[in-house]
């Protein structure tokens, strides 16, 4: 499997998205893929973050972690278009959960046979989990802009 470099930035969910999108550009729209989504937990949607793993064919490409209600309205939106992006497209939206140290390592660093075990880790996922998540008000503490 032929791994591409890792794209967009952590915690930038609009930038990474952009990057994600430019790079599937019109092949997004022809040809089949799978939409893996990795989080680092598993029972608190709320405050999940993912990065998302597209494989076409024997190629993986993977993202930074910069999706999810982790990182805030902007992120939550993000993982919302993402899933709505595999559904359009008849693309099957899988997830997979790694603990925290993994999350970072296989993110900064990835590789073939670690890819091929995320896969075969991952679980086929229903896309309303994704687009229908509430909306988190902001904690009392939180910064104003």
Not at 18 to 44: F, K, M, S
Not at 73 to 99: H, S, Y
Not at 105 to 126: G, K, T
Request: glycine content about 8%.
């Amino acid at each position: 499997m032929h791994i591409l470099d890792p794209l967009g930035l952590p915690g930038a969910p609009l930038e990474t998205q952009r990057d994600l999108l430019a790079h599937l550009g019109a092949e997004a729209r022809a040809g089949g893929g799978t939409l893996t989504l990795i989080t680092d937990g598993q029972g608190v949607r709320t405050a999940a973050r993912y990065a998302a793993l597209v494989t076409r064919g024997d190629e993986a490409l993977l993202t930074a972690a910069a999706f999810g209600p982790a990182y805030g309205e902007a992120g939550r939106q993000a993982l919302a278009d993402l899933a709505r992006l595999a559904q359009a497209r008849g693309w099957p939206l899988r997830e997979t959960v790694l603990n925290p140290s993994d999350f970072v390592r296989v993110l900064a660093e990835p590789d073939a046979a670690e890819i091929a075990r995320l896969i075969a880790a991952s679980n086929p996922s229903d896309p309303a989990i994704y687009t229908a998540q509430p909306k988190v008000k902001p904690r009392e503490d939180a910064w104003e802009d």
